[in-house]
């Protein structure tokens, strides 16, 4: 299996002053599946992703992504490394349109013709976004901002795509539409997810593995199948 | 009538050099939050440079490229050596830092060159062709439209069409999305702030040669006045700062010519305050009252 | 100590129940400087004696500059132009006395009372557009003033006769002192208990209600407006009397050298100043001190190196001129990076260390 393991994580200490918030997390996600990280809020989820691409610098620990150590990679060559991070709230920039988020997702590129093509098949998946190429993002509607932040992210045709709450604040149909594009993207392009939520019961469905933190660390790791039937584990962890 | 023209025309070129040194303030407002108070300082340092090259080779040409290669470079060097180690946390912090560049590099061009005036030449005449017997424009007026024109083009350009303004843009706008998409943020605000010197250099040789000549102080005023016409057409909008470089070289050019040169600082001094007391974002800022 | 109080005074000393006492002990130091001003008049040379007198002078303005940016947080570029203000209300007053044959000991300190008051006039319209602007703004509003009010000297050369500048008449030490009293001690008298005076005006302000009105503001507006706190007039105050000191500040030194022009109040003298509160700590009085011995002090000394140094009299010059400009700049620089407490912040942590140390060393 471990060949095939596109991150791993061992022993992760990070935090934002004196106490860390991430308290040794391990962690490991096989290329081409979808890991959810589920918890309470403050579990420190948003903290891993940071940790992660590097936003913020971890006290100890190892990060590999396809077997190499991201120790001390700025946090901008990450892209380059084919790690893709839609930050919490998305992070679509306001200021510019549609197209120029987009066209940032891609500009680190050096093959130019392939970043064009990427940008035409976000367009073709997101259609409302081609609809609205020159509108600024804050003209966007939740929805839309949703589609422009995970567009982006592709644009960049990454192998790892982490996640964080991409439910927040969306109508349920939208957030099953997302979940879907995940499993498509999962299967048609062997995409990796390491998808943080809070709504559980959505990330379990479309996820392999379930991860499952509290105050820091990582409580469980199984399969996501396994979470979602057994009754203990899902009234202990999980509340529902 | 002729004086009208004559002093409208006088005004649009002086107005000009103030939109191209208010839009250099505001490409690092917006870039680093920081009102570059250097700036005028900067840009003399870069004049005192091109004065050295045009005494030496005897060629005006070599030393207006001289002095916007060493605008740009002291735009980087300011950012990389001071600017980024600078606690941005209270607003106080990079104004006063900046403050202090400006006591640095006035000492420094004071003991290399010593204070008194050096003479700034133009390198077209600056005595108007008359049209049907009316004082018009001169050459000088026509070179420095058309400099003024190509520079502010180019960057507007630059940030709207190409790569590389979008990277300055988006870096500016967020710089941590911006990492995150791969965009070297320390890259971008280095180089926004080279460009900014370089454009304040640029301005410095076309005002100087209009003004008493080259001196460590020589561009005091006009700072303030490029300050205010960033104020006028709000410190967020580089478009508004054109337009506000126009505004305030017109008026004061009115000024001078109606009421007397003397009058000019104050009324500077009146028009500043009157906007920011009256629309505090900038004439074209949106109404809503905002804080500044 | 009660805790309360500790949350007052960032100093850690007790403020609210022993104002009276706080009092008694500000004016118990003014007295004691002003003894040891007299003791150090006798026994310096009288260039020293002017020396000193500069510095009280600058230290009226840097305490002045004090109280608004360190205690207010609000930034003054233009506190050279207050100063200038100052300076010329004394010379039109001592030359409209001198011409109309008036003399008396009374005449200067009516003279520097009507600096003050004219200053105050002008710092209350800058304050009050000051107290609508903040940060970048503020800064530019102020630089501008800074700039532009030596310039009026030119502007209006028939009252204040251009970059000539005016004289300053001032009378000789009175003959009580007897005939062959230095008249630089004198000045040092003058200067240093209107400076004193002023300081102990200025240190009880601080400790008192109004002191904490002004931190209140700096720290956190919504806060202070929430807590009831007029924050526009609390800052109009804070420029006022920060005005108030600056014009006597810059009166004082136009006594002293006797005479006024626009180059002694350029930009470069506004920025001077806010680099003495700046290296000697922003926000407290000792720091004041410390930033207006150096304004002094930097320029002899580097005065002194050029001498040291064999140099053609024209670098020599420019040296002189330019040294000390760019000590301060690069220092300013320097501070704000590396210690933003400036020198009085490192000497009290300093002293905090120590003191930290001591009980240990007991046990
Ligand atoms: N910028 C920050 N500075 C200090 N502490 C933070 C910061 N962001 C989050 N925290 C703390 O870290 C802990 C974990 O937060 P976070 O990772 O955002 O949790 P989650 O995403 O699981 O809700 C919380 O206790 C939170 O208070
Ligand atoms: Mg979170």
Redesign the interface.
């Known amino acids: 299996m471990s060949g095939t393991d596109l991150l791993v994580v061992r022993g992760l200490v990070a935090g934002y002053g004196a106490a860390p918030v991430l308290r040794a997390v391990d962690l490991t996600v096989p290329a081409g599946t979808i890991a959810a990280v589920v918890g309470a809020n403050g579990a420190g989820k948003t903290t891993l992703l940071r940790a992660l691409?590097g936003?913020i610098r971890p006290a100890a620990g190892q990060v590999l992504l396809a077997g190499e150590d991201l120790r001390g990679t700025?946090?901008?060559?990450?892209?380059?490394r084919g790690m893709?991070?839609v930050?919490e709230g998305r992070?679509v920039?306001?200021?510019?349109t549609v197209d120029?988020n987009l066209?940032?997702?891609g500009?680190?590129r050096r093959d130019r013709a392939d970043a064009g093509r990427a940008l035409d098949e976000v367009y073709q998946l997101f259609e409302p976004l081609a609809r609205r190429r020159r509108h600024l993002g804050h003209q966007l509607s939740g929805g839309e901002r949703q589609m422009l932040a995970l567009g982006?992210a592709l644009v960049?045709r990454p192998r790892l795509l982490l996640l964080d709450e991409p439910s927040l604040g969306l109508a349920p149909r939208v957030v099953a539409r997302t979940m879907a594009l995940l499993r498509q993207l999962r299967d048609r392009t062997g995409l990796t997810v390491l998808l943080v939520e809070q709504n559980v019961r959505s990330a379990l469905a479309v996820a392999d593995q379930g991860v499952v933190m509290s105050l820091g660390r990582v409580v469980i790791a199984a399969p996501a199948v396994q979470l979602r039937d057994d009754v203990d584990l899902r009234h202990a962890y999980l509340g529902f | 009538m002729d004086r009208f023209v004559f002093l409208t025309v006088d005004g649009l070129s002086r107005g000009a050099v103030y939109a191209a040194f208010a839009l250099a303030l505001v490409l690092i407002w917006r870039a680093a939050r920081v009102v570059n108070f250097a700036q005028g300082a900067m840009a003399v340092a870069a004049a005192y440079v091109a004065y050295t090259v045009s005494t030496a080779t005897g060629s005006y040409w070599l030393g207006f490229v001289v002095a916007i290669v060493a605008g740009l470079l002291l735009g980087a060097l300011v950012d990389r050596v001071v600017m980024r180690h600078v606690d941005h946390a209270s607003p106080l912090n990079p104004v006063i830092v900046a403050l202090g560049l400006v006591l640095l590099i006035q000492a420094v061009l004071g003991m290399v060159y010593g204070s008194e005036f050096r003479p700034a030449e133009a390198p077209f005449s600056r005595s108007a062709l008359t049209v049907g017997g009316v004082a018009v424009l001169s050459p000088y007026d026509l070179f420095v439209f058309a400099t003024i024109g190509v520079v502010v083009s180019g960057l507007a350009w630059m940030f709207a069409r190409t790569?590389v303004g979008?990277?300055m843009?988006?870096a500016a706008?967020?710089p941590?999305?911006?990492?995150?998409?791969?965009?070297?943020?320390g890259g971008m605000l280095t180089l926004g702030w080279a460009l900014a010197s370089g454009v304040g250099a640029l301005a410095a040789m076309l005002v100087l040669p209009t003004e008493l000549g080259l001196h460590p102080h020589a561009m005091d005023l006009v700072f303030v006045s490029a300050f205010t016409a960033a104020v006028v057409g709000g410190l967020d909008s580089p478009p508004g700062a054109v337009v506000g470089g126009l505004v305030v070289g017109l008026l004061l050019s009115y000024v001078s010519g109606y009421a007397g040169s003397d009058l000019t600082p104050l009324a500077v001094l009146v028009l500043l305050l009157a906007v920011l007391l009256v629309r505090p974002g900038g004439l074209f800022a949106p109404v809503a009252a905002r804080r500044v | 100590m009660p805790p309360r109080e500790q949350l007052d005074d960032p100093g850690g000393r007790p403020v609210d129940r022993r104002r009276g006492s706080t009092l008694l002990r500000h004016l118990a130091v003014v007295l004691a400087a002003g003894l040891l001003l007299v003791a150090i008049s006798y026994s310096v040379e009288p260039f020293r004696n002017f020396q000193l007198a500069t510095v009280a002078a600058y230290l009226c303005a840097t305490a002045g500059l004090t109280v608004l940016t360190g205690l207010n947080g609000q930034l003054s570029l233009g506190h050279g132009a207050l100063m200038a203000t100052g300076a010329y209300t004394v010379a039109l007053c001592q030359t409209a006395f001198a011409d109309r044959g008036m003399t008396g000991g009374w005449l200067l300190p009516l003279s520097l009372a009507a600096a003050i008051a004219s200053t105050v006039a002008v710092g209350a319209v800058v304050g009050v557009a000051a107290a609508r602007l903040r940060g970048p703004y503020l800064a530019g509003v102020t630089l501008a003033v800074a700039v532009v009010v030596p310039a009026l000297a030119v502007t209006f050369d028939g009252v204040f006769n251009g970059e000539q500048g005016l004289s300053v008449p001032v009378e000789p030490p009175p003959l009580s002192l007897g005939p062959y009293f230095p008249y630089e001690r004198w000045q040092l008298w003058v200067t240093g208990a209107a400076t004193l005076l002023a300081l102990l005006l200025l240190a009880n302000l601080i400790r008192s209600r109004y002191g904490r009105i002004f931190r209140a503001v700096r720290d956190d507006e919504v806060a202070a407006r929430l807590a009831g706190i007029h924050v526009a007039r609390t800052q109009v105050l804070a420029f006022v009397v920060s005005a108030a000191t600056a014009g006597l500040g810059g009166a004082l030194l136009a006594v002293l050298a006797q005479s006024v022009s626009p180059g002694a109040f350029s930009l470069t003298l506004s920025l001077f100043l806010l680099m003495a509160v700046v290296i000697g700590g922003l926000g407290r009085l000792t720091g004041a001190l410390w930033g207006a011995v150096l304004l002094v002090a930097l320029p002899d000394l580097t005065h002194s190196v050029t001498e040291m140094l064999t140099l053609s009299p024209a670098v020599a010059q420019r040296l002189e001129g330019n040294l000390p400009l760019a000590i301060f700049g690069l220092t300013l620089i320097v501070v704000m990076i590396a210690a933003p407490g400036g020198v009085q912040g490192l000497l009290s942590r300093l002293g905090r260390a120590l003191l930290a140390r001591r009980p240990t060393r007991r046990s």
């Not at chain 1, 700025?74 to 380059?80: D, F, T």
């Not at chain 2, 941590?176 to 943020?185: A, D």
């Open positions: 691409s936003m700025p946090v901008e060559q990450l892209v380059r893709a991070h930050p992070g920039i306001s200021e510019l120029e066209r940032l997702g500009l680190w982006r960049g | 790569p979008l990277r843009r988006a706008f967020a941590e999305v911006s990492r995150l998409l791969g965009v070297n943020v």
